[in-house]
């Protein structure tokens, strides 16, 4: 390249880059505008920088006007096509991003939506996103829901688990008062009987609490786990046998994992309990413990990576029902309706279940319930019990004194 060429060069690229700032100063302008404007410029100005360069490279090189105007009415040409290309890719654009926009208003709006396939790939991916958005905002919303009624109905029954009780203690204080009861000793130990069920049913509200509001804190060490089911065993026992009820359980020797020893106490003991309260007379509740390699659990579906301990305990109730085991582990949940208190089991507001899956999963395991009929579990024939199924990390929830999340609800 001579000094001539390179003086048309430098002249034709200083014009362009005028047209250029131009246009990004129009284009900054118009930057609130529609979509239309930009694309408009980004059609028209690199045809304008062409132009400019050749009218400015054209008086250095002494063309002939005639070619010049040739060369003008050329530009002038291809910037006709190129705004009219550009506009209706505007149009286009305008009208896949007004769409998009539509797709935009429905997403939580609870009615139903699916996302579409139009115009270019990143439309698409943003709407198949907005798509997965609104099925997340639908999960929440119904997630929220269930917690409202479960909320009310938490409020409402626990209201009456008071009530009643208290009632009962109001009339016996007065009866006792007015000397109008013939055993106040019984009267007495009555009184001290719904006082201690009434503390346990605060108890089990301020655990749930803490495991709702994410402040529970583990102390995980290690823990034997047949040392902790003969300890639910043994305090279960005078239930069982007063019900008329066999109880028994194995678990291998040395079977340890990590864990809060007060967390997993009371997680079995709950189980157990809750087991030898819904067992009819002359029926069995069996606990066993085994430990899962890493591999089991995967298939199991119970999470990956790591061995686990699992954790069964089999009662004769004569099965829950599909309905019910959808609520089984639900806040306040109970199968009597009625509600009536035991006085052999000393039964709380049906919070022990709620508290056993909130401290399991703040575990990192897993808790399910399923109906044991006569050829097995869901095989078909009359349900003749439930089991419900533990299963916890070998390795523990993380490290001591950790904070807990709170769980996300399930559905």
């Known amino acids: 390249m001579n000094g001539e060429q390179a003086q048309v060069v430098l002249v034709a690229a200083v014009a362009a880059v005028v047209v250029g700032v131009v246009g990004l100063l129009l284009a900054w302008l118009v930057r609130r505008l529609s979509i239309r404007w930009q694309l408009g410029l980004a059609a028209v100005v690199p045809v304008a920088a062409v132009l400019a360069g050749v009218l400015a490279a054209s008086q250095r090189m002494f063309i002939s006007d005639d070619d010049v105007e040739v060369v003008t009415l050329v530009a002038g040409a291809a910037t006709v096509v190129a705004l009219a290309v550009a506009l209706a890719l505007s149009r286009a654009v305008t009208r896949w991003s007004l769409s998009l926009r539509e797709e935009v208003r429905r997403v939580g709006s609870g ?15 943003l709407s198949e996103e907005l798509a997965t958005a609104h099925a997340r905002l639908e999960e929440a919303r119904g997630r929220a829901a269930r917690l409202e009624d479960s909320r009310r109905e938490l409020v409402s029954w626990v209201s009456h688990d008071l009530r009643t009780p208290l009632a009962g203690m109001r009339a016996m204080t007065e009866a006792l008062e007015d000397g109008m009861t013939p055993d106040p000793e019984r009267y007495h130990r009555q009184i001290r009987v719904e006082v201690d069920r009434m503390v346990r049913m605060v108890d089990d509200l301020f655990e749930l609490s803490r495991i709702h509001a994410g402040v529970l804190r583990l ?10 089911v003969s300890d639910a065993i043994a305090a279960a026992d005078p239930v069982a046998r007063a019900r008329g009820v ?3 359980g194995a678990v291998p020797g040395g079977l340890e994992l990590v864990a809060d020893p007060s967390g997993l106490s009371r997680v079995v003991s709950n189980l157990v309990m809750n087991a030898v309260r819904h067992t009819p007379p002359g ?3 069996h606990v066993e413990g085994t430990g899962l390699a890493a591999g089991v659990r995967a298939a199991a579906g119970d999470g990956a990576g790591g061995d686990c301990v699992e954790l069964v305990v089999t009662d004769g109730c004569g099965g829950i029902g599909a309905v019910d085991l959808a609520r089984v582990f639900d806040v306040a949940w109970q199968a009597e309706p009625s509600r009536t208190p035991d006085d052999v089991t000393g039964r709380g507001a049906g919070l022990g279940l709620a508290i056993v899956k909130g401290i399991v999963e703040a575990h990192r395991g897993s808790v399910h319930a399923e109906d044991v009929t006569e050829q097995g579990v869901d095989q078909g024939g009359r349900p003749t019990g439930c089991r419900f199924r533990v299963v916890l990390p070998v390795d523990g929830p993380g490290p001591p004194d950790a904070v807990v999340p709170a769980p996300v609800p399930h559905s």
């Open 111 to 125: 009615s139903p939506y699916v996302g579409g396939a139009r115009g270019p790939s990143e439309f698409r991916a």
């Open 219 to 228: 102390a995980p060490e290690a823990v034997v786990l047949g040392d902790v």
């Open 246 to 248: 066999r109880l028994g």
């Open 283 to 285: 029926g069995t509740v």
